[in-house]
């Protein structure tokens, strides 16, 4: 309770107390450094795998181009193309045909080209389309 009392009392005068911080002598003749000093981060395996498995052009994953169904080589224009490029170009289309209810811009109305993409759907979701594009990747 003393402690706290001070502190207020303190507080309320406008004094400022005096704080002493240890002095430490850095040079070389002194003693060791502290010991809570940070270390510098070194490599672990985890980032050196990835950097290794990256190299070279090797595409993985939703990166890497796959065949695809008559469907979306209609719509892409390719017969082989990655998820990331197809979703680029179907939203390209959507964009260009003004395709999202103008009340709504999270509902996308399909037109003959998205409804062969999407289970003829008359709208979708925009958050359906990755999940309604995977049957079309071989």
Known sequence: MAISTALISTFL?????SFH????NFSPSSSPMPVHLRVARTPTL???????STGKGELRGIMKPRKVSPEMQSLVGAPEISRTQALKVIWAHIKENNLQD???KRIIVCDDKLKSIFKGKDRVGFLEIAGLITPHFL
């Open 102 to 104: 103008p009340e709504n």
């Open 46 to 52: 985890a980032t050196a795998s990835k950097q290794a």
């Open 21 to 24: 911080l240890p002095h430490f």
């Open 13 to 17: 005068s406008g004094e400022t107390a």
